[in-house]
């Protein structure tokens, strides 16, 4: 069991910049989650998918911001155009079946300078 | 709203005391509720879950967490911390009956000291 990987772990760019960020999940976990997490505060979901259906966005996720989760097993996590305040660290978690526990990544940090 | 609230931002305490880190959650249906730990630029480690049955759960790394629906509480607890155990706590719920996501309380930040 190799765990949520996700890559890169720590990412800098220039404010406007487009980005991307990929989740592994858990081999044969169907849901996948991202979260948003600033410095020195919870967690913050972003969406949720099951299989490759994107199920619940949350109002956090602007438009630009986009998810994708292509036949169910990678996701990717896009912002486009960024700003300063979207530096944080973003979390990938996944799950099985009825269980509601969620298996959290190392996270993505992103600085946006 | 619904929310979790985590009463403690810090709490220090010294290695082989016992620690107590606070909970409470705000929800009119069944909730399920979570304690993850964090070390230091990682990810979110679950330490213990309740979803039904026994109030009093176990969990990894000896510690263990109540559940009182009369309270809306889900307090973390260990007998005896060691330095290993220094890193940021958080608590989580599914707060929506089906509802998929966690909310997170804020954190708390535990600091063993020598």
């Known amino acids: 069991d190799t765990g949520v990987s996700q890559n890169p772990r720590h990412k800098i760019t220039k404010r406007g910049q487009n980005v991307t960020f990929r989740c592994d999940p858990i081999?044969?976990?169907?849901?996948l989650y991202w979260y948003r997490q600033t410095l020195g505060q919870g967690p913050e979901f972003l969406t949720y998918?099951?299989?490759?259906?994107?199920?619940?966005k949350s109002r956090l996720l602007s438009d630009r911001f986009s998810a994708e989760r292509p036949k169910g097993s990678f996701s990717t996590l896009e912002i486009q155009r960024t700003e300063q305040g979207d530096s944080a660290m973003y979390l990938c978690?996944?799950?099985?079946?009825?269980?509601?526990?969620?298996?959290f990544g190392p996270g993505t940090r992103l600085t946006v300078t | 709203a619904q929310s979790v609230t985590q009463l403690d931002s810090q709490v220090p305490v010294f290695e082989e005391a016992p620690v107590e880190l606070r909970c409470n959650y705000s929800?009119?249906?069944?909730?399920?509720l979570f304690w993850y730990v964090q070390y230091p630029n990682q990810g979110l480690q679950l330490l213990l879950k309740?979803?039904?049955?026994?109030?009093l759960v176990k969990g990894i790394n000896g510690f263990e967490a109540e559940f009182n629906k009369s309270q809306t509480s889900f307090h973390l607890r260990k007998p005896s911390v060691h330095i290993s155990d220094t890193a940021e706590y958080f608590c989580?719920?599914?707060?929506?009956?089906?509802?998929?996501?966690?909310?997170f309380g804020q954190g708390t930040r535990l600091t063993i000291n020598p």
């Open positions: 309740y979803l039904s049955g026994s109030t």
């Open positions: 081999s044969e976990h169907n849901r």
């Open positions: 998918f099951q299989n490759e259906a994107q199920l619940e």
């Open positions: 989580a719920g599914s707060l929506i009956q089906g509802a998929q996501k966690l909310v």
């Open positions: 929800s009119s249906v069944s909730v399920y």
């Open positions: 978690a996944s799950g099985q079946g009825a269980f509601y526990e969620q298996y």
